[in-house]
């Protein structure tokens, strides 16, 4: 009888955090975003809400929301590819309010 080798726990991690994720639109969004996005672009931008496929997504500044309405058609694109079906409609993007220094009260 031979023992078969030991999986990967990695593999068991991530099927136990897809079943504890919750099943939303704007879970499984942010679940694919890195990879439908890039790098770069993450760094910039989140995903934080979404309402009726209209997609809200939080970016570092001004010029990145402008950027990334620009870019709508192409990330939405990218989205339902990664989801496998239309379910990302629009995106609405803004910048995230200014930090306050420690200092200031």
């Known amino acids: 009888m031979s023992r078969r080798a030991p999986r990967p726990v990695s593999m068991s991690i991530q099927s ?3 079943d504890l994720a919750p099943q939303t639109l704007l879970a499984r969004v942010q ?7 890039g790098e770069a672009l ?5 995903p934080t ?5 209209t997609l809200r997504v939080t970016c570092s500044s001004s ?11 192409e990330i939405r694109a990218q989205l339902n590819a990664k989801l496998g079906g239309e379910e990302v409609l629009a ?8 930090r306050r220094w ?3 009260g």
């Open 31 to 37: 679940r694919v975003w890195k990879a439908a996005v």
């Open 42 to 46: 993450a760094a910039e931008a989140t």
């Open 49 to 53: 809400g979404e309402s009726g496929g």
């Open 91 to 98: 995106l609405r993007c803004s910048a995230a309010p200014p």
């Open 16 to 18: 136990l955090a897809d």
């Open 63 to 73: 010029v990145w929301a402008q950027e990334l309405d620009l870019m709508s058609g």
């Open 102 to 104: 420690a200092s200031e």
